[in-house]
């Protein structure tokens, strides 16, 4: 099982371009994340979903847009990039359960100039 | 607010001996607890968590985590601190649908 996979891994953007982040899982897991990581802040969560085609917001979602049309992959979308989106984003999935334990990808660099 | 707090960014211990990482948490009912590892350039990896009964939880690489439900704690552990330990360690709790992260705390084990 290769797990949880993102692409890419590293991408930089200039101001008011566009991207979509891929992320995959072949564990069948019901659940999966989108979240940033940025120095002294840990991770905070952008968008999840419960399942295919349904997605909700978390924390910090405002500038990003994800969608969930097959289970085993989540797309995290940048309309217009913006500095402030310079930051490593990691994916993660889990079953619906009780373990609430989640798998990461490991990470995509994004730079925004 | 729901929220983890790990209240020391940086800790560094000498080769051979203990470590503690702190963590707190301030979350609604009777939340699990993890603890998650991050190396250099790499996603987070699952250490151990507690979900009930006996307080303190045995993990992977030989951590160890004590629950303390009255001054709602859960503290990483390690009896001898090796020199591959040095890394970024979180503690997180569960929400609704979702973990609550701490901000981290990045561990030095000194030679």
């Known amino acids: 099982n290769a797990g949880v996979t993102q692409t890419p891994k590293f991408r930089v953007l200039k101001t008011g371009q566009s991207m979509t982040l891929l992320c995959a899982q072949d564990m069948n897991h019901e659940y999966m994340y989108w979240y940033r990581q940025d120095p002294g802040m840990g991770l905070r969560l952008i968008h999840y979903s419960v399942g295919e085609g349904t997605t909700a917001k978390g924390e910090v979602p405002d500038g990003y847009n994800v969608s969930r049309l097959k289970k085993q992959n989540f797309l995290l979308g940048l309309e217009s990039a913006a500095p402030s989106q310079t930051s490593v984003y990691f994916c993660a999935s889990r079953f619906r359960g009780s373990s609430y334990e989640q798998y990461f990808g490991p990470g995509t660099r994004l730079t925004v100039t | 607010a729901q929220s983890v707090a790990q209240p020391e960014d940086q800790v560094n211990v000498a080769e051979g001996n203990p470590l503690t990482v702190k963590c707190t948490y301030s979350?609604?009912?009777?939340?699990?607890l993890f603890w998650y590892v991050q190396y250099p350039n790499r996603g987070l990896q699952f250490l151990l968590k507690?979900?009930?009964?006996?307080?303190l939880v045995k993990g992977s690489y030989g951590f160890e985590a004590e629950f303390n439900k009255s001054q709602t704690s859960f503290h990483l552990k390690k009896p001898s601190a090796l020199v591959s330990d040095s890394a970024l360690y979180f503690c997180a709790a569960t929400g609704a649908n979702n973990l609550f992260f701490g901000t981290g705390t990045r561990l030095t084990v000194i030679p």
């Open positions: 507690y979900i009930t009964g006996d307080n």
């Open positions: 979350v609604s009912g009777n939340p699990y």
